[in-house]
Protein backbone atom coordinates (compact mmCIF):
# COMPACT_ATOMS: atom_id res chain seq x y z
CA UNK A 1 0.00 0.00 0.00
CA UNK A 2 1.21 3.32 -0.65
CA UNK A 3 0.01 5.57 1.95
CA UNK A 4 2.73 7.37 3.95
CA UNK A 5 1.61 7.68 7.21
CA UNK A 6 -1.02 5.76 7.95
CA UNK A 7 -0.81 3.17 11.03
CA UNK A 8 -3.97 1.58 11.76
CA UNK A 9 -4.16 3.80 15.11
CA UNK A 10 -6.32 7.09 15.06
CA UNK A 11 -5.05 9.28 17.68
CA UNK A 12 -6.84 12.23 18.32
CA UNK A 13 -7.09 16.18 16.64
CA UNK A 14 -5.30 17.52 19.95
CA UNK A 15 -2.41 14.55 19.76
CA UNK A 16 -1.83 15.25 16.46
CA UNK A 17 -1.35 19.07 16.27
CA UNK A 18 1.43 18.07 19.36
CA UNK A 19 3.15 16.01 16.87
CA UNK A 20 3.43 18.79 14.59
CA UNK A 21 4.69 21.44 17.15
CA UNK A 22 6.65 19.15 18.52
CA UNK A 23 8.76 18.83 14.97
CA UNK A 24 9.56 22.00 15.27
CA UNK A 25 12.37 21.30 18.17
CA UNK A 26 13.95 18.57 15.37
CA UNK A 27 13.43 21.65 12.51
CA UNK A 28 12.42 25.07 13.59
CA UNK A 29 10.57 26.55 10.78
CA UNK A 30 12.99 29.03 10.35
CA UNK A 31 16.08 26.59 9.70
CA UNK A 32 14.53 25.85 6.37
CA UNK A 33 15.89 28.26 5.02
CA UNK A 34 19.20 26.12 4.95
CA UNK A 35 20.98 25.61 1.98
CA UNK A 36 23.94 23.05 3.29
CA UNK A 37 25.71 20.87 0.54
CA UNK A 38 27.70 17.73 0.64
CA UNK A 39 31.86 18.22 0.35
CA UNK A 40 31.48 15.84 -2.87
CA UNK A 41 28.44 17.29 -4.55
CA UNK A 42 28.49 16.86 -8.03
CA UNK A 43 25.57 17.26 -10.19
CA UNK A 44 27.02 16.07 -13.61
CA UNK A 45 27.86 13.20 -12.25
CA UNK A 46 24.41 12.50 -10.65
CA UNK A 47 23.33 13.36 -14.16
CA UNK A 48 25.91 10.72 -16.12
CA UNK A 49 24.75 8.53 -13.44
CA UNK A 50 20.84 7.91 -14.66
CA UNK A 51 22.07 7.55 -18.61
CA UNK A 52 23.23 4.32 -17.54
CA UNK A 53 19.80 2.68 -17.94
CA UNK A 54 18.44 4.90 -20.97
CA UNK A 55 19.05 4.63 -24.77
CA UNK A 56 22.05 6.14 -25.60
CA UNK A 57 21.08 7.35 -28.55
CA UNK A 58 18.44 9.99 -27.49
CA UNK A 59 20.65 10.83 -23.85
CA UNK A 60 22.47 13.77 -25.69
CA UNK A 61 18.48 14.90 -26.46
CA UNK A 62 18.05 15.05 -23.08
CA UNK A 63 20.82 17.32 -22.23
CA UNK A 64 20.38 19.64 -25.31
CA UNK A 65 16.88 20.94 -23.79
CA UNK A 66 18.86 21.04 -20.79
CA UNK A 67 21.69 23.09 -21.59
CA UNK A 68 18.61 25.74 -23.03
CA UNK A 69 17.89 27.48 -19.73
CA UNK A 70 18.42 27.84 -15.73
CA UNK A 71 15.04 26.26 -16.10
CA UNK A 72 15.49 23.56 -18.87
CA UNK A 73 18.05 22.34 -16.32
CA UNK A 74 15.91 22.42 -12.59
CA UNK A 75 13.44 20.57 -15.11
CA UNK A 76 15.83 17.87 -15.48
CA UNK A 77 17.64 17.95 -12.43
CA UNK A 78 15.18 16.73 -9.85
CA UNK A 79 18.05 14.19 -8.61
CA UNK A 80 20.20 16.30 -8.25
CA UNK A 81 17.92 18.66 -5.66
CA UNK A 82 16.71 15.48 -4.02
CA UNK A 83 20.36 15.20 -2.65
CA UNK A 84 20.51 18.83 -1.87
CA UNK A 85 17.17 18.53 0.02
CA UNK A 86 18.29 15.62 1.78
CA UNK A 87 21.12 17.35 3.81
CA UNK A 88 19.20 19.75 4.65
CA UNK A 89 16.99 19.81 8.24
CA UNK A 90 13.89 17.78 8.08
CA UNK A 91 10.35 17.90 9.80
CA UNK A 92 9.61 14.01 9.92
CA UNK A 93 6.50 14.71 8.75
CA UNK A 94 5.72 12.97 5.38
CA UNK A 95 3.20 12.97 3.08
CA UNK A 96 2.97 11.43 -0.31
CA UNK A 97 5.80 13.46 -2.54
CA UNK A 98 5.34 14.30 -6.22
CA UNK A 99 9.14 14.51 -6.19
CA UNK A 100 9.43 16.95 -8.97
CA UNK A 101 6.46 19.64 -8.29
CA UNK A 102 8.07 22.65 -10.11
CA UNK A 103 5.39 25.23 -11.84
CA UNK A 104 5.05 22.93 -15.21
CA UNK A 105 3.93 20.13 -13.54
CA UNK A 106 0.80 21.70 -12.65
CA UNK A 107 -1.88 21.90 -15.40
CA UNK A 108 -5.00 21.34 -16.91
CA UNK A 109 -6.45 17.95 -17.91
CA UNK A 110 -9.87 16.19 -18.28
CA UNK A 111 -11.20 14.48 -15.47
CA UNK A 112 -13.81 11.33 -15.77
CA UNK A 113 -16.48 13.53 -15.89
CA UNK A 114 -14.87 15.55 -18.99
CA UNK A 115 -14.23 19.30 -16.80
CA UNK A 116 -11.19 20.46 -16.88
CA UNK A 117 -9.13 20.27 -13.47
CA UNK A 118 -6.23 21.84 -12.35
CA UNK A 119 -3.61 19.39 -10.37
CA UNK A 120 -0.54 18.33 -10.51
CA UNK A 121 0.53 16.05 -13.14
CA UNK A 122 3.66 14.75 -13.39
CA UNK A 123 4.31 11.34 -10.83
CA UNK A 124 7.30 9.67 -12.46
CA UNK A 125 9.10 10.27 -8.67
CA UNK A 126 6.48 9.97 -6.16
CA UNK A 127 7.56 8.44 -2.72
CA UNK A 128 6.64 8.78 0.94
CA UNK A 129 8.77 11.65 2.00
CA UNK A 130 9.28 14.98 3.98
CA UNK A 131 6.57 17.03 3.05
CA UNK A 132 8.87 20.07 2.69
CA UNK A 133 10.49 18.76 -0.15
CA UNK A 134 7.56 19.57 -2.44
CA UNK A 135 7.21 22.79 -1.43
CA UNK A 136 10.95 23.95 -1.72
CA UNK A 137 10.83 22.65 -5.46
CA UNK A 138 7.73 24.58 -6.31
CA UNK A 139 8.81 27.54 -4.63
CA UNK A 140 12.81 27.46 -6.23
CA UNK A 141 10.58 27.02 -9.60
CA UNK A 142 8.78 29.58 -9.10
CA UNK A 143 12.34 32.03 -8.41
CA UNK A 144 13.86 30.31 -11.32
CA UNK A 145 11.24 31.30 -13.92
CA UNK A 146 10.80 34.80 -12.33
CA UNK A 147 14.22 35.65 -13.19
CA UNK A 148 14.42 33.94 -16.47
CA UNK A 149 11.32 36.57 -17.05
CA UNK A 150 13.41 39.11 -15.96
CA UNK A 151 10.93 40.07 -12.65
CA UNK A 152 12.64 42.26 -10.35
CA UNK A 153 13.78 40.46 -6.72
CA UNK A 154 10.88 42.30 -5.26
CA UNK A 155 8.22 40.57 -7.43
CA UNK A 156 9.86 37.43 -7.65
CA UNK A 157 10.03 37.30 -3.85
CA UNK A 158 6.28 38.48 -3.74
CA UNK A 159 5.60 35.82 -6.26
CA UNK A 160 7.41 32.49 -4.14
CA UNK A 161 5.56 34.01 -0.80
CA UNK A 162 2.58 34.19 -2.14
CA UNK A 163 2.78 30.46 -3.12
CA UNK A 164 4.35 29.14 -0.13
CA UNK A 165 1.55 31.40 2.06
CA UNK A 166 -0.98 29.67 0.16
CA UNK A 167 -0.03 26.51 0.84
CA UNK A 168 0.43 27.35 4.74
CA UNK A 169 -2.98 28.46 4.60
CA UNK A 170 -4.56 26.18 2.40
CA UNK A 171 -3.48 23.11 4.54
CA UNK A 172 -4.62 24.77 7.90
CA UNK A 173 -7.81 25.01 6.43
CA UNK A 174 -7.85 21.39 4.99
CA UNK A 175 -6.90 20.73 9.05
CA UNK A 176 -9.87 21.73 9.85
CA UNK A 177 -12.09 19.92 7.18
CA UNK A 178 -13.48 16.61 7.18
CA UNK A 179 -11.58 13.58 5.63
CA UNK A 180 -14.25 13.50 3.12
CA UNK A 181 -14.20 16.64 2.37
CA UNK A 182 -10.44 16.70 1.91
CA UNK A 183 -10.85 13.94 -0.84
CA UNK A 184 -12.86 15.72 -2.27
CA UNK A 185 -11.44 18.81 -3.23
CA UNK A 186 -10.74 19.81 -6.57
CA UNK A 187 -9.61 23.15 -8.67
CA UNK A 188 -11.36 23.83 -11.98
CA UNK A 189 -8.68 25.36 -14.86
CA UNK A 190 -11.70 28.06 -15.51
CA UNK A 191 -11.39 29.24 -11.59
CA UNK A 192 -7.68 29.84 -12.73
CA UNK A 193 -8.44 31.44 -15.33
CA UNK A 194 -10.69 33.93 -13.92
CA UNK A 195 -8.29 34.97 -10.85
CA UNK A 196 -5.75 35.20 -13.58
CA UNK A 197 -7.86 37.64 -15.30
CA UNK A 198 -8.95 39.62 -11.55
CA UNK A 199 -5.39 39.53 -11.08
CA UNK A 200 -4.76 42.14 -13.79
CA UNK A 201 -3.00 39.52 -16.21
CA UNK A 202 -5.39 39.91 -18.71
CA UNK A 203 -2.92 38.50 -21.18
CA UNK A 204 -2.31 35.58 -19.83
CA UNK A 205 -5.93 35.16 -19.02
CA UNK A 206 -6.99 35.51 -22.45
CA UNK A 207 -3.91 33.10 -23.47
CA UNK A 208 -5.16 30.56 -21.29
CA UNK A 209 -8.85 30.62 -22.10
CA UNK A 210 -7.57 30.22 -25.20
CA UNK A 211 -5.93 27.49 -24.31
CA UNK A 212 -8.39 25.28 -22.20
CA UNK A 213 -10.90 26.01 -25.66
CA UNK A 214 -7.80 24.23 -27.24
CA UNK A 215 -7.39 21.93 -24.91
CA UNK A 216 -11.30 20.61 -25.14
CA UNK A 217 -10.08 19.85 -28.76
CA UNK A 218 -7.21 17.87 -27.87
CA UNK A 219 -8.34 14.53 -27.55
CA UNK A 220 -7.71 11.48 -29.43
CA UNK A 221 -9.41 13.08 -32.48
CA UNK A 222 -6.65 15.80 -32.74
CA UNK A 223 -3.80 13.48 -32.14
CA UNK A 224 -5.18 11.32 -34.92
CA UNK A 225 -4.50 14.51 -37.30
CA UNK A 226 -1.39 15.42 -36.53
CA UNK A 227 0.35 12.05 -35.06
CA UNK A 228 -1.00 10.25 -38.04
CA UNK A 229 -1.32 9.50 -41.29
CA UNK A 230 -2.74 7.55 -43.95
CA UNK A 231 -1.05 4.30 -45.45
CA UNK A 232 -3.05 1.91 -47.31
CA UNK A 233 -6.13 2.58 -46.42
CA UNK A 234 -5.24 2.44 -42.65
CA UNK A 235 -4.01 5.35 -40.42
CA UNK A 236 -0.76 4.81 -38.96
CA UNK A 237 2.29 7.08 -37.03
CA UNK A 238 4.12 9.72 -38.92
CA UNK A 239 7.75 9.19 -38.99
CA UNK A 240 9.63 12.15 -37.23
CA UNK A 241 12.78 11.19 -35.79
CA UNK A 242 13.92 11.48 -33.14
CA UNK A 243 10.55 12.55 -31.50
CA UNK A 244 8.11 9.94 -33.77
CA UNK A 245 9.66 6.84 -34.93
CA UNK A 246 7.13 3.94 -35.70
CA UNK A 247 8.12 0.72 -34.44
CA UNK A 248 8.14 -1.02 -37.56
CA UNK A 249 11.26 1.60 -38.41
CA UNK A 250 13.49 0.29 -35.52
CA UNK A 251 15.73 -2.35 -36.30
CA UNK A 252 14.13 -4.70 -33.18
CA UNK A 253 11.92 -7.88 -34.95
CA UNK A 254 10.61 -8.72 -31.22
CA UNK A 255 9.90 -5.15 -30.22
CA UNK A 256 6.19 -5.26 -31.29
CA UNK A 257 5.21 -8.48 -30.08
CA UNK A 258 6.45 -7.41 -26.78
CA UNK A 259 5.09 -4.24 -26.37
CA UNK A 260 1.55 -6.00 -27.34
CA UNK A 261 2.35 -8.66 -24.66
CA UNK A 262 3.05 -5.55 -22.03
CA UNK A 263 -0.27 -4.46 -23.70
CA UNK A 264 -2.28 -6.98 -22.59
CA UNK A 265 -0.88 -7.67 -19.21
CA UNK A 266 -1.22 -4.26 -18.22
CA UNK A 267 -5.27 -4.23 -18.80
CA UNK A 268 -5.01 -6.82 -15.66
CA UNK A 269 -4.32 -3.73 -13.33
CA UNK A 270 -7.52 -2.09 -14.08
CA UNK A 271 -10.80 -1.98 -12.60
CA UNK A 272 -13.06 -4.57 -14.49
CA UNK A 273 -15.61 -1.75 -15.48
CA UNK A 274 -12.19 0.11 -17.29
CA UNK A 275 -11.19 -3.11 -18.75
CA UNK A 276 -14.19 -3.48 -20.51
CA UNK A 277 -14.10 -0.55 -21.78
CA UNK A 278 -11.00 -0.73 -23.03
CA UNK A 279 -11.10 -4.13 -24.49
CA UNK A 280 -13.51 -2.46 -26.68
CA UNK A 281 -10.59 -0.98 -28.85
CA UNK A 282 -8.75 -3.08 -31.11
CA UNK A 283 -4.88 -2.38 -31.98
CA UNK A 284 -3.87 -0.03 -34.67
CA UNK A 285 0.00 1.02 -34.42
CA UNK A 286 2.77 1.91 -32.20
CA UNK A 287 5.54 4.04 -31.89
CA UNK A 288 8.52 5.19 -29.66
CA UNK A 289 7.77 8.77 -28.67
CA UNK A 290 10.49 11.37 -27.14
CA UNK A 291 8.79 13.34 -24.16
CA UNK A 292 9.65 15.86 -21.46
CA UNK A 293 13.10 17.17 -20.57
CA UNK A 294 14.21 14.78 -17.63
CA UNK A 295 12.60 11.77 -19.41
CA UNK A 296 14.15 11.67 -22.31
CA UNK A 297 16.11 8.26 -22.99
CA UNK A 298 13.90 6.39 -21.19
CA UNK A 299 11.64 3.84 -23.34
CA UNK A 300 8.29 5.32 -23.89
CA UNK A 301 5.95 3.75 -26.41
CA UNK A 302 2.56 5.41 -28.07
CA UNK A 303 -0.14 3.23 -28.78
CA UNK A 304 -3.14 3.96 -31.33
CA UNK A 305 -6.30 1.91 -30.62
CA UNK A 306 -9.23 1.99 -32.34
CA UNK A 307 -13.05 1.45 -30.92
CA UNK A 308 -16.19 1.75 -33.26
CA UNK A 309 -14.26 2.44 -36.11
CA UNK A 310 -11.43 4.49 -37.33
CA UNK A 311 -12.79 7.65 -36.33
CA UNK A 312 -12.45 6.33 -33.03
CA UNK A 313 -9.63 6.56 -31.94
CA UNK A 314 -7.26 6.03 -28.15
CA UNK A 315 -3.96 7.00 -27.98
CA UNK A 316 -2.37 5.78 -24.80
CA UNK A 317 1.36 6.35 -23.77
CA UNK A 318 3.55 3.38 -21.94
CA UNK A 319 6.15 5.09 -20.56
CA UNK A 320 9.12 3.53 -18.43
CA UNK A 321 8.85 3.81 -14.73
CA UNK A 322 12.23 3.55 -12.96
CA UNK A 323 12.97 3.83 -8.97
CA UNK A 324 12.30 7.48 -7.70
CA UNK A 325 15.04 9.80 -7.53
CA UNK A 326 13.85 9.85 -3.68
CA UNK A 327 14.95 6.36 -3.22
CA UNK A 328 18.46 6.07 -2.28
CA UNK A 329 17.63 9.56 -0.20
CA UNK A 330 14.26 7.91 1.70
CA UNK A 331 14.25 4.10 1.28
CA UNK A 332 12.88 1.67 -1.35
CA UNK A 333 8.90 1.84 -1.81
CA UNK A 334 7.07 -0.46 -0.74
CA UNK A 335 6.20 -1.63 -4.29
CA UNK A 336 8.17 -3.65 -6.08
CA UNK A 337 6.89 -2.53 -9.22
CA UNK A 338 7.76 1.17 -10.13
CA UNK A 339 4.85 1.54 -12.51
CA UNK A 340 2.52 0.34 -9.96
CA UNK A 341 4.79 3.05 -7.68
CA UNK A 342 3.79 5.72 -9.93
CA UNK A 343 -0.10 4.98 -10.41
CA UNK A 344 -0.80 4.32 -6.17
CA UNK A 345 1.03 8.04 -6.15
CA UNK A 346 -0.40 9.38 -8.44
CA UNK A 347 -4.27 8.18 -7.56
CA UNK A 348 -3.60 8.95 -3.79
CA UNK A 349 -2.38 13.15 -4.44
CA UNK A 350 -4.71 13.60 -7.26
CA UNK A 351 -8.29 14.85 -7.32
CA UNK A 352 -9.40 12.87 -10.68
CA UNK A 353 -7.32 10.34 -12.22
CA UNK A 354 -6.77 8.98 -15.62
CA UNK A 355 -9.28 6.62 -16.00
CA UNK A 356 -6.76 4.01 -18.07
CA UNK A 357 -3.88 4.72 -15.32
CA UNK A 358 -2.12 1.24 -15.01
CA UNK A 359 1.35 -0.87 -14.91
CA UNK A 360 3.10 -3.73 -16.22
CA UNK A 361 6.03 -5.28 -16.04
CA UNK A 362 7.15 -6.81 -19.06
CA UNK A 363 10.50 -7.88 -21.24
CA UNK A 364 11.80 -5.08 -23.28
CA UNK A 365 14.94 -4.59 -24.95
CA UNK A 366 16.39 -8.13 -22.97
CA UNK A 367 15.31 -6.96 -19.83
CA UNK A 368 12.52 -6.58 -17.07
CA UNK A 369 11.20 -3.02 -17.06
CA UNK A 370 8.76 -1.28 -15.58
CA UNK A 371 5.95 0.68 -16.95
CA UNK A 372 2.62 2.56 -16.39
CA UNK A 373 -0.04 3.66 -18.90
CA UNK A 374 -2.12 6.20 -19.34
CA UNK A 375 -3.51 8.38 -22.17
CA UNK A 376 -2.22 10.85 -24.41
CA UNK A 377 -3.37 14.23 -24.55
CA UNK A 378 -6.38 13.97 -23.37
CA UNK A 379 -6.67 18.00 -22.61
CA UNK A 380 -3.92 18.63 -21.39
CA UNK A 381 -3.25 22.79 -20.95
CA UNK A 382 -0.27 24.31 -19.07
CA UNK A 383 0.77 27.67 -18.30
CA UNK A 384 2.95 29.84 -20.65
CA UNK A 385 5.99 30.93 -18.41
CA UNK A 386 7.60 33.22 -21.37
CA UNK A 387 4.59 35.72 -21.25
CA UNK A 388 3.64 35.42 -17.59
CA UNK A 389 3.27 38.56 -16.18
CA UNK A 390 4.16 39.61 -11.98
CA UNK A 391 0.43 39.28 -10.95
CA UNK A 392 -0.36 36.62 -12.81
CA UNK A 393 2.77 34.65 -11.28
CA UNK A 394 1.58 35.25 -8.09
CA UNK A 395 -1.59 33.68 -8.18
CA UNK A 396 -0.52 31.14 -10.52
CA UNK A 397 1.71 30.26 -7.69
CA UNK A 398 -0.99 30.51 -5.35
CA UNK A 399 -3.18 28.10 -7.41
CA UNK A 400 -0.08 25.50 -7.26
CA UNK A 401 0.14 26.42 -3.63
CA UNK A 402 -3.49 25.17 -3.03
CA UNK A 403 -2.77 22.30 -4.94
CA UNK A 404 0.17 20.99 -3.83
CA UNK A 405 -1.51 21.37 -0.15
CA UNK A 406 -4.60 19.64 -0.81
CA UNK A 407 -2.58 16.70 -2.11
CA UNK A 408 -0.79 15.93 0.48
CA UNK A 409 -3.51 17.02 2.39
CA UNK A 410 -4.55 13.49 1.40
CA UNK A 411 -2.02 11.35 2.35
CA UNK A 412 -0.15 13.17 5.47
CA UNK A 413 -1.03 14.15 8.48
CA UNK A 414 -2.96 17.65 7.37
CA UNK A 415 -3.46 18.63 11.32
CA UNK A 416 0.35 18.03 11.87
CA UNK A 417 1.16 19.62 8.91
CA UNK A 418 -0.53 22.54 9.64
CA UNK A 419 0.19 22.24 13.56
CA UNK A 420 3.94 22.51 12.47
CA UNK A 421 3.69 25.38 9.83
CA UNK A 422 1.52 27.73 12.36
CA UNK A 423 -0.39 31.04 11.65
CA UNK A 424 2.71 32.78 11.45
CA UNK A 425 5.08 33.43 7.97
CA UNK A 426 8.26 32.03 9.21
CA UNK A 427 8.13 29.17 7.35
CA UNK A 428 7.05 31.20 3.91
CA UNK A 429 10.17 33.41 4.71
CA UNK A 430 12.49 30.48 5.53
CA UNK A 431 11.48 28.51 2.07
CA UNK A 432 10.95 32.29 0.23
CA UNK A 433 14.98 32.60 1.35
CA UNK A 434 16.11 28.80 0.41
CA UNK A 435 14.35 29.33 -3.05
CA UNK A 436 16.71 32.65 -3.26
CA UNK A 437 19.49 30.35 -3.07
CA UNK A 438 18.96 27.49 -4.17
CA UNK A 439 18.33 29.48 -8.14
CA UNK A 440 21.86 30.66 -7.71
CA UNK A 441 23.20 27.17 -7.17
CA UNK A 442 20.96 26.04 -10.01
CA UNK A 443 22.58 28.46 -12.35
CA UNK A 444 25.76 27.62 -11.50
CA UNK A 445 24.57 24.23 -12.29
CA UNK A 446 23.28 24.91 -15.53
CA UNK A 447 26.73 26.81 -16.52
CA UNK A 448 28.41 23.80 -15.52
CA UNK A 449 26.53 21.73 -18.06
CA UNK A 450 26.92 24.34 -20.74
CA UNK A 451 30.81 24.15 -19.91
CA UNK A 452 31.05 20.21 -20.07
CA UNK A 453 29.20 20.10 -23.63
CA UNK A 454 31.42 23.20 -24.64
CA UNK A 455 34.50 21.38 -23.50
CA UNK A 456 32.94 17.79 -25.07
CA UNK A 457 32.43 16.14 -22.42
CA UNK A 458 29.22 15.73 -22.94
CA UNK A 459 27.57 15.15 -26.14
CA UNK A 460 24.12 17.64 -26.41
CA UNK A 461 22.00 18.05 -29.72
CA UNK A 462 20.15 20.86 -29.03
CA UNK A 463 17.92 21.18 -32.39
CA UNK A 464 15.45 18.84 -30.71
Known amino acids: MMSTVSTGEHPSVADRAARGRDARSGAPRSSQFALDLADDRDPIALLEKENATRLPELVPIRYGRMVRSPLAFFRGAASV ?16 LSGDAH ?41 IAARERGFASQDRSTAVLAAVRAYRESMAGFAAMGD ?24 LAKSLGRSIVKAQSNDGRRALAT ?50 LLERFAYGDVARKIVGVGSVGTRCWVLLMFGRDESDPLFLQMKEAEASVLEPLLGASALANHGQRIVNGQRLMQASSDIFLGWVRAKVDGALRDFYVRQLRDWKVSIDVDTILPAGLVYY ?35 AAFASAYADLNARDHAALRQAVTDGRIAAREDV
Request: proline fraction near 4%; hydrophobic fraction near 40%.
Open 227 to 276: LTHEVDGRSRFVSEPPLIVPLSELADDGAEAAIRSAYRSYRHSLAPDRRV
Open 81 to 96: MAHDLAAQPSSGLHAQ
Open 397 to 431: GTACGWTLARAHARSGDRIAVASYLGASDKFDQAV
Open 103 to 143: LLNFGGFASPERNLVFDLNDFDETLAGPFEWDVKRLAASIE
Open 180 to 203: LDVWYAHLDAQTVTDKLRSAHDAK
